[in-house]
């Protein structure tokens, strides 16, 4: 599976952004899409998941009711609205693909294939 992410840039605090995520390739394996961020130094965190089907969605605390994950099923395209935005939004946003299962869905050692990231960064 191949994924490309875009949508990052450079916001005020209280702005919003979204990201794209279009998969292509053997899609039919995918189980579940995740956003995931990463801040240098500090580990891969989850933000948002969201079933293959779009049936599903899940949130981190720290982002739910300013982020929603959503899935564009005939393009195959998985999106990351997220308003009011903070300056700790601020990191390298990936998607990710998991191909083996449903559970585990906040592991970001459970997916196997990423995008390169697209960075996002919020102003104070």
């Known amino acids: 599976v191949q994924l490309v992410e875009s949508g990052g840039g450079l916001v005020q605090a209280g702005g919003s952004l979204k990201l794209s995520c279009a998969a292509s390739?053997?899609?039919?394996?995918?189980?579940?899409m995740g956003w995931f961020r990463q801040v240098s130094g500090k580990e891969r965190e989850f933000v948002a998941a969201?079933?293959?089907?779009?049936?599903?969605?899940y949130h981190a605390e720290s982002v739910k009711g300013r982020f929603t994950i959503s899935k564009d099923n005939a393009e195959n395209t998985v999106y990351l609205q997220m308003n009011s935005l903070k300056p700790e939004d601020t990191a390298v946003y990936y998607c990710?693909?998991?191909?083996?299962?449903?559970?585990?869905?906040?592991?970001?050692?459970?997916?196997?294939?990423w995008g390169k990231g697209t960075q996002v960064t919020v102003s104070s």
């Open positions: 990710a693909a998991k191909t083996n299962s449903y559970s585990d869905l906040m592991e970001s050692n459970e997916y196997g294939d």
């Open positions: 390739g053997r899609t039919s394996r995918i189980y579940v």
């Open positions: 969201i079933r293959w089907s779009g049936r599903s969605t």
